[in-house]
């Protein structure tokens, strides 16, 4: 009898091209998508090497990490310059690399163009049971929808571009297992706060995760989206779902998606690739899905998760030496201390958007709460950033944006905007945001920017009140409805 | 790649745990298209607070760092690998690192050991005070008094950073096996291929 088997073995069986006696690997790499922020030293590399890529077809590049999410060109269609020098002259690497490789590029001002990893899935071009590449450990989003997907440096994007393979050690698994259902007012992004909060920030280091159970099998492709995302905040470089009914109907007609009867073998083979019954993983997480609660983040380490109606901790209360020095590290960077009350903490941004946050149920949630409400006067500045152009006009089309616009956010053009500090969108030192985004480290939104990790109706409630609020006080008159 | 042994000087007894990329080199750092230069920026944000390591002149130039737990996790940026060659570190001995880091640092011949923290504890306290030696063919970090903690790595690993390899070079030696199993998969998997948009 064939042994069973999990989803993530599966994947990678069918990718070993070649296996050593150490037990590494050279896998083969199906899609690889390329940003302008750690590709031109691979891509110099190549020129330096005189190599060329492999398969430049099963690589796109798009621009994300540090584009202006202010107007990309003019009203006569000429491209307004990016003010910093260092930004526009990786933008323009990019434009002159991808062309001279023979690589697609989306580019700056196309409508398909976005956050690499909203881009990938809504184009068909991430596929279940492929492997998948990014130089951006985020890279793990694409795991919903059933591919081996994580993040990998400048070197291996080099070495995959010209080689179209990586050498790799099979990693070890680990079920994260949900039952249940989730409350009122929980959202995908709670879920993945909750796992990094149980996990903590190493917890899957050297594993692939699976997401199984009632709670991700009725979950949207937004919402795995979005959990997949945090996988490696959790350490884990790769978080995966088995794809089903589900995956299919969402890739079904995409533009890059196989098309016909390429379509039904396609479909018939990821049927084939989801964990056998009886395949042992060799680690296994459950959490009740009545545990988890609308979360928040109180310091500088996505695991460091409370419920938003808790306090912050007291660092003595950690059982080591170093973590508590690193609580209380943290409470000074954020300018908190023990025991105050999560929503009594007053918040000046608002940020709505980055990779794990930012396509149209997000956009919808948040703004199904604001609709004909404002923010707070407390808010100095609160913005929503979609996370690609055809996000951003579907959004227009159902009226979204004037109900942001309305409630006084700004509307501005797809990119990764404040979740890093690296283009014109940052937090101010000292400042502090309710963030939908993935990462509360240190300076993360800009220099000596404080973040709290939320959810997009968390952040739209916040906004409203001006300091960190439980959505359900919002939501009176919905209770009893699950947020999508 | 420049081929390491034999380590032997200075360690700086830095010791945090969870160092996140973005403390190693924060995002504004990574807008260049060059991959030096960047030890400049290396641990920018720490390097404001008085007395930290890495302004503390007896430490200058240490070609060792030892870390806490978790080293290098979040963002998967090449740059936080070449911040620390730039700063000219070719070893981080902590308790654990992530999987991402780890392997940057190995492509920039940057030696990654993993020791049990009580090796930590000690390799701390004797780096104030005193040079490390660190032997990659023998998988040993020893002192002058004695102390001598074996490591593991991979094999591959150690065999690149002895040799100074070229990965890349390597699999490029591994064509014809590339190439058969692409022949292969067209038949298997015809959809790989994107539809042209």
């Known amino acids: 009898m064939v042994k069973p088997r999990t989803l993530y073995e599966k994947i990678w069986d069918a990718h070993v091209v070649e296996r050593r006696p150490d037990g590494t690997c050279l896998i083969y790499i199906d899609r690889h998508l390329v940003h302008e922020v750690t590709s031109p030293q691979a891509f110099e590399g190549l020129r330096i090497a005189g190599r060329k890529v492999r398969r430049p077809e099963l690589t796109l590049a798009v621009p994300d990490h540090n584009l202006p999410t202010t107007a990309r060109r003019d009203a006569a269609g000429r491209r307004i310059p990016i003010a910093d020098p260092e930004s526009a002259q990786q933008l323009a690497a990019l434009e ?49 929808l059933g591919a081996l997907a994580f993040g990998i440096g400048t070197s291996e994007v080099e070495h995959v571009l010209a080689t179209q393979t990586l050498l790799l050690k099979q990693s070890k698994t680990m079920e994260v297992v949900v039952e249940g259902e989730l409350g009122y ?12 909060g149980r996990i903590g920030t190493a ?65 018939a083979y990821w049927k084939t ?14 959490i009740d899905a009545a545990d988890i609660v609308p979360s928040v983040t109180w310091g500088t380490s996505p695991e460091d998760v409370v419920p938003v109606t808790g306090v912050v901790p007291d660092p ?23 025991g105050q009350r999560m929503e009594d903490v007053a918040i000046e941004h608002v940020f709505i958007g980055s990779c794990t946050n930012s396509r149209i149920e997000d956009l919808r949630a948040a703004a199904g709460l604001l609709k004909g409400r404002r923010i707070a006067s407390g808010i100095k500045h609160a913005m929503v950033v979609p996370g690609s152009g055809l996000v951003k006009r579907q959004a227009e089309a159902e009226g979204l944006d004037r109900i942001f616009t309305e409630a006084g956010f700004e509307w501005r053009e797809p990119g990764c905007s404040a979740c890093l500090g690296m283009n014109p969108d940052k937090v101010p030192a000292g400042e502090r945001c309710a963030s939908t985004s993935n990462r509360n480290f240190m300076g ?22 001006g300091h960190l609020t439980d959505v359900r006080e919002l939501m009176g008159e919905k209770r009893g409805e699950a947020v999508a | 790649m420049e081929k390491l042994n034999i380590v032997d000087g200075r360690a700086y007894p830095f010791g945090m745990k969870n160092v996140d990329t973005d403390i190693v080199i924060p995002a504004h750092w990574l807008k260049t298209i060059s991959r030096a230069g960047l030890g ?17 002149p007896d430490y200058a130039g240490s070609p060792i760092l030892i870390a806490g737990d978790n080293f290098g996790c979040g963002s998967s ?9 730039d700063l000219g570190i070719k070893v981080v001995i902590a308790p654990s690192f992530s999987d991402i880091f780890s392997g940057n640092a190995f492509k920039n011949g940057i030696l990654t050991v993993v020791l049990p923290q009580e090796a930590i504890d000690r390799l701390m306290e004797v780096a104030r005070t005193d040079p490390i030696h660190v032997d990659l063919e023998h998988q040993t970090v020893t002192t002058q008094f004695q102390d001598r903690f074996q490591f593991e790595i991979d094999p591959f690993r150690k065999r690149c950073l002895l040799g100074g390899l070229d990965e890349i070079g390597l699999t490029l030696g591994q064509a014809d096996a590339i190439g058969a199993f692409e022949a292969k998969d067209a038949g298997t998997r015809p959809w790989l291929v994107p539809a042209v948009a």
């Open chain 1, 185 to 196: 007012g929980v959202t995908p992004k709670d879920v993945a706060l909750a796992i990094c």
């Open chain 1, 203 to 267: 917890g899957g280091t050297g594993y692939v995760m699976e997401y199984r159970g009632s709670v991700f099998r009725d979950m949207s492709i937004e919402g795995r989206l979005t959990v997949a995302n945090m996988s490696i905040e959790a350490g884990a470089r790769s978080g995966l779902f088995a794809p089903d009914e589900k995956t299919f109907a969402y890739l079904e007609g995409r533009p890059m998606a196989p098309r016909g009867a390429e379509w039904d073998a396609a479909v």
């Open chain 2, 40 to 56: 400049k920026g290396a641990f920018e944000v720490l390097r404001k607070e008085p007395g930290n390591v890495f302004d503390d």
């Open chain 1, 96 to 144: 002159r690399n991808a062309p001279e490789f023979g690589v697609r590029l989306i580019g700056d001002a196309d409508p398909e163009q976005g956050i690499v990893h909203v881009v990938g899935p809504e184009q068909g071009f991430t596929l279940p049971g492929t492997t998948l590449v990014c130089g951006d450990s985020h890279t793990s989003s694409h795991g919903a």
């Open chain 2, 77 to 85: 940026r090449e740059h936080a690998a070449w911040a620390l060659a």
């Open chain 1, 316 to 338: 003595e209360s950690f059982a080591d030496a170093s973590k508590r020095a690193a609580a209380q590290k943290s409470l000074d960077y954020m300018g908190l201390s023990a």
């Open chain 1, 273 to 286: 690739l989801a964990t056998d019954e009886g395949a042992v993983f060799d680690k296994s997480v459950v």
């Open chain 1, 444 to 465: 993360r939104q800009g220099p000596g920017s404080r973040t709290h990790l939320v959810s997009p109706v968390m952040a739209a409630a916040a906004a409203i009140t």
